[in-house]
T-cell receptor, first 117, second 112 residues
């Protein structure tokens, strides 16, 4: 069965800390994504990666960086956490492009609720 | 600028009735649309999709209708069940072909 695993469900950090959010997928997918979900704003793309060591900025990359050293793992890094980065973070993966005619183009993890104090 | 818009933040429907969730888009180049469903504390799950070469796609109780001239799509759930209570997101692929543009979501509450 398809599985995207995010290392933490809940995380509390302090302003200025460097924060790592980890995501692992077991489907051998080429593409991986990081989104954040905020009330009234929906899901917004932070970064994505279409291959190992490759990354592309999404709609809101400021304050974030990513790392993809292995195909199955995609890390989101908050370089210096700020309170406006308190949010639900969602990792996803997919094969090929963003959409296919087959079932479930993107698979999501259950999210990490991050609070920055 | 939001290219996929869900203008109704919430919707309440009685069990057994029809739920209609609406989505508008601005980019006429979009050729594929998806609906995702999200329960609290879980990730979104894919529900149903439609290609722009079709105007309707049906999967059990869920039907998506596409009106290209109006740049509008809708998700119909018939009959609605309490377990359908969730946030529904409309999405279309970004120009990169990899990621998705999501709407802001509509929170559906189905009451017994």
């Amino acid at each position: 069965d398809v599985k995207v695993t995010q290392s933490s469900r809940y995380l509390v950090k302090r302003t200025g800390e460097k924060v790592f959010l980890e995501c692992v997928q077991d489907m051998d997918h080429e593409n991986m994504f990081w989104y954040r979900q905020d009330p009234g704003l929906g899901l917004r793309l932070i970064y994505f990666s279409y291959d190992v060591k490759m990354k592309e900025k999404g709609d809101i990359p400021e304050g974030y960086s990513v790392s993809r050293e292995k195909k199955e793992r995609f890390s989101l890094i908050l370089e210096s956490a700020s309170t406006n980065q308190t949010s639900m973070y969602l990792c996803a993966s997919s094969s090929y492009g963003a959409w296919t005619d087959s079932n479930q183009p993107q698979h999501f993890g259950d999210g990490t609720r991050l609070s920055i104090l | 600028d939001q290219q996929v818009k869900q203008n109704s933040p919430s919707l309440s429907v009685q069990e057994g009735r029809i739920s209609i969730l609406n989505c508008d888009y601005t980019n006429s180049m979009f050729d594929y649309f998806l609906w995702y469903k999200k329960y609290p504390a879980e990730g979104p799950t894919f529900l149903i999709s439609i290609s722009s070469i079709k105007d309707k796609n049906e999967d059990g109780r869920f039907t998506v209708f596409l009106n290209k001239s109006a740049k509008h799509l809708s998700l119909h759930i018939v009959p609605s069940q309490p377990g359908d209570s969730a946030v529904y997101f409309c999405a279309a692929p970004q120009h990169s072909g990899y990621a998705l543009n999501f709407g802001k979501g509509t929170s559906l509450l189905v009451t017994p």
